[in-house]
């Protein structure tokens, strides 16, 4: 048996899948050492546990559907260095490395053993242009810390299936977190050395990375006036993606739109109204000064 004899929708165990690709039979993130694959294991009962579920988003762009999912390390913040940082490190840097992403979800136990069974989701790349968020999300303890959400899109472009998708939020939700949390911002040198990317799934649209640049100079020009300045978590009922983390494309007016995002942009509004939030403000619009105070109005 061989990689290319892995089916999506297969389910294996994984001492199967440890003797087809290597790896260890523990941890959720295993880059191989006897293949050019890192395999990720997710588990919804686990990640629980600390908050989160692994899946599809609803939202759909020009690029495809994303599947997130969060990284490595129960304990404090999740980072890019030390034992599970290096696990991290190795995902953001898989194309890089000329490895492949091959994703599983753990959907039950072999009878009468407690040995796991995982089906195959299929092969992942990151997202181009924006491979992961920072998020806020519990610890084993229940203390608040930064995970690294990453950004994932099917390698062949398939349809996801139903059941893997994150459930829609129960409720709306506003959280006010640290202003490094929701960013990018933690992305290591190999990554963030590139300021445009091809998209895999668009080979005609250049991904400039401006927004990370920008927020960061906005923000050291703010600490240089002796502000202190944070950011909203926002969770919106009825969907599962956070609309305080999707990018503002200058293009969004334009055709490209689907219905989806116009539906998703609608409800956002909405919910940012219930949730007590400003409406979010259009960079599109001319702002004006008042000639007293010269405030932008």
């Not at 959907?107 to 924006?130: C, F, N, Q, S, W």
């Not at 893997?164 to 977190?177: E, F, G, K, M, S």
């Not at 091809?198 to 600490?223: M, W």
């Amino acid at each position: 048996m061989s990689v290319e004899q892995l089916k999506p929708d297969e389910i294996y165990t994984r001492d199967e899948v440890r003797t087809l690709m290597g790896g260890s039979g523990q941890g959720g993130i295993v880059p191989s050492t006897s293949s050019n694959a890192i395999l990720i294991y997710s588990d919804d009962e686990a990640g629980k546990r600390y908050g989160y579920v692994d899946g599809w988003l609803d939202e759909e762009d020009a690029d495809g559907v994303i599947f997130e999912y969060t990284g490595a390390g129960n304990d404090g913040d999740q980072t890019f260095d030390g034992l599970d940082g290096a696990k991290n490190k190795a995902v953001l840097n898989h194309a890089v490395a000329g490895r492949a992403l091959h994703v599983f979800k753990a959907v039950g136990k072999i009878p009468r053993t407690g040995t796991k069974t995982h089906r195959y989701v299929g092969e992942m790349a990151l997202d181009a242009a924006r491979p992961y968020y920072v998020r806020r999300s519990p610890d084993e303890a229940g203390n608040q810390r930064k995970v690294i959400v990453f950004r994932m899109r099917a390698a062949d472009g398939r349809e996801p299936k139903a059941e893997d998708r994150i459930p829609p939020a129960p409720t709306t939700t506003a959280v006010l977190v640290p202003a490094d949390v929701t960013t990018s911002s933690i992305v290591p040198t190999e990554h963030s050395k590139t300021k445009s990317s091809k998209r895999s799934g668009s080979a005609a649209t250049v991904a400039e990375r401006r927004e990370t640049e920008l927020t960061d100079h906005y923000e050291a020009f703010l600490k240089e006036q002796g502000h202190v300045f944070a950011r909203f978590q926002i969770k919106v009922k009825g969907t599962n993606f956070h609309p305080a983390h999707r990018p503002v494309r200058p293009d969004h007016a334009g055709p490209t739109r689907s219905k989806g995002q116009r539906l998703s942009e609608g409800r956002t509004r909405s919910h940012r109204s219930t949730a007590g939030l400003p409406p979010p403000c259009d960079a599109t619009k001319p702002r004006h000064r008042d000639p007293a105070t010269h405030e932008a109005t």
